[in-house]
C-alpha cells in the first residue's frame, strides 16, 4: 500500500468510521460483452458505517455508509447497498468526490430507515472504466438495537409498537403515545408468548413482532366467530375465520374458586354495572361470566368469572354474541 493510501486510511479511521478490509488494488473487471477487459489506474476501495456500537446501530434510524477510493480520479461513481441476510433493502449509485487536499476520494449514503432484525453489512461495487480499475469491498456486519418502551414513552417506536400489535391480533391504540391499553396489550402479548408478565415493551417484544411472531395460536380454528380462554396464560381471544382478532390480558378464578373448564355458550347478558361491580357481563356458565372489573391482577383471582380490565370491557360485551361458544381450557 503506497504512502497515500495509508494516509487516506488514516483519515478515515480518525472519523470514527470501522472499516471492512478493502479490496485487491489494481482489480479488473471485463468490459461490455465482445470487449477486451478494461485497464485504467489501480483503484483501492474501502466502505464502513458510521456510529456503531459494540457492531449495532439503533433501529428505525437511517444509518450512514461512508468510504473511500484512492487514488481520487474525477467522474468515477460507486453502486453502494444496504444488505440484509444476503437481500438488498436499498441501493444507489453515489459519485466519489474528492477529497481537499488529498489524493483519494470519498462518498457517503444514508440507508432508508432499518426496523427488521437481521445482520446487515454494506457493499459497495466501483465499475471498470477507462480511466481506473473496479474494485469492490464490504463492510463489516452489524446488527439493529431495538429500544425499550414502557408507559409514557412517545414516538415513532411507539407508533410501530401499536401498530404491531394491532397486526398481531392485540387490541392496542394508533398514535404515537405508550398509553394505558398500549400497557395492557403489551402485556397480554408477554402473556401468550411466555414471557415475563409485565407491561414493558422490551426490545425483544418489539424484536418478535418486527419478525411477524407472537399472534396467539387458537385451540379451535375451524371454529366459526368464538371466544377462547386460556387459564393457564390468563388471556381471553375473541376469535373470528380462524384468526385470533383481539387478544386480551385477564384474571380467572382464584384456586379456591376456579373457573370451570369445558365448552360453554353464551346466555345472558346484563349491560353497565351490577351490585358486584362487574361490568358489561356475559354469562356462560351457570354464575359465571366475562366482564369488566376496577381491579385485574397478573394472576386469577376472581370466583370464578373472567375479569377484563375497564377499558376493555364495552369493546367485549358488543363483540360477543348470545348463543355463542366459548371454550375455556
Not at 453502486?79 to 433493502?89: A, D, I, L, S, T
Request: hydrophobic fraction near 40%; aromatic fraction near 10%.
Amino acid at each position: 500500500m503506497t504512502r497515500k493510501m495509508l494516509a487516506a486510511t488514516a483519515t478515515a479511521a480518525v472519523a470514527g468510521i470501522a472499516f471492512a478490509l478493502p479490496a485487491v488494488a489494481g482489480a479488473q473487471e471485463a468490459g461490455p460483452e465482445g470487449q477486451a477487459p478494461v485497464t485504467g489506474a489501480p483503484a483501492q476501495l474501502s466502505v464502513g458505517v458510521e456510529g456503531l456500537r459494540r457492531g449495532t446501530r439503533p433501529a428505525l434510524r437511517r444509518t450512514i455508509a461512508v468510504g473511500t477510493l484512492s487514488p481520487f480520479v474525477a467522474g468515477q461513481w460507486v453502486r453502494v447497498e444496504f444488505v440484509r441476510g444476503g437481500r438488498v433493502v436499498a441501493r444507489r449509485r453515489v459519485p466519489v468526490d474528492g477529497a481537499a487536499g488529498a489524493a483519494y476520494g470519498t462518498f457517503r449514503l444514508r440507508s432508508p430507515r432499518l426496523v427488521k432484525p437481521g445482520r446487515y453489512r454494506v457493499r459497495v461495487r466501483k465499475p471498470a472504466t477507462a480511466e481506473q480499475a473496479g474494485a469492490r469491498a464490504a463492510s463489516r456486519r452489524f446488527r439493529l438495537r431495538f429500544p425499550g418502551l414502557t408507559r409514557g414513552d412517545r414516538g415513532r417506536a411507539v407508533k410501530l409498537l401499536n401498530r404491531l400489535l394491532r397486526r398481531r391480533g392485540y387490541r392496542s391504540p394508533k398514535g404515537r403515545r405508550f398509553t394505558a391499553a398500549t400497557a395492557s396489550a403489551v402485556l397480554a402479548f408477554r402473556k401468550v408468548n411466555w414471557m415475563e408478565w409485565t407491561r414493558r415493551a422490551s426490545p425483544g417484544v418489539l424484536s418478535r413482532l418486527l419478525r411477524g411472531r407472537g399472534a396467539f395460536k387458537l385451540r379451535h380454528p375451524r371454529g366459526r366467530r368464538h371466544v377462547e380462554i386460556d387459564l393457564r396464560r390468563q388471556v381471553m381471544v375473541l376469535a373470528n375465520g380462524g384468526k385470533p382478532r383481539h387478544t386480551f390480558h385477564i384474571s380467572s378464578g382464584k384456586a379456591s374458586t376456579p373457573s370451570d373448564r369445558g365448552h360453554f355458550r353464551f346466555y345472558r347478558r346484563h349491560p353497565g354495572y351490577n351490585s358486584l361491580g362487574m361490568l358489561h357481563s356475559v354469562y356462560y356458565n351457570a354464575a359465571e361470566a366475562i366482564h369488566g372489573y376496577g381491579f385485574v391482577p397478573t394472576y386469577p383471582a376472581s370466583h370464578g368469572c373472567v375479569r377484563s380490565p375497564i377499558p376493555d370491557a364495552r369493546y367485549i360485551y358488543n363483540w360477543v354474541r348470545l348463543g355463542m361458544s366459548v371454550y375455556v381450557y
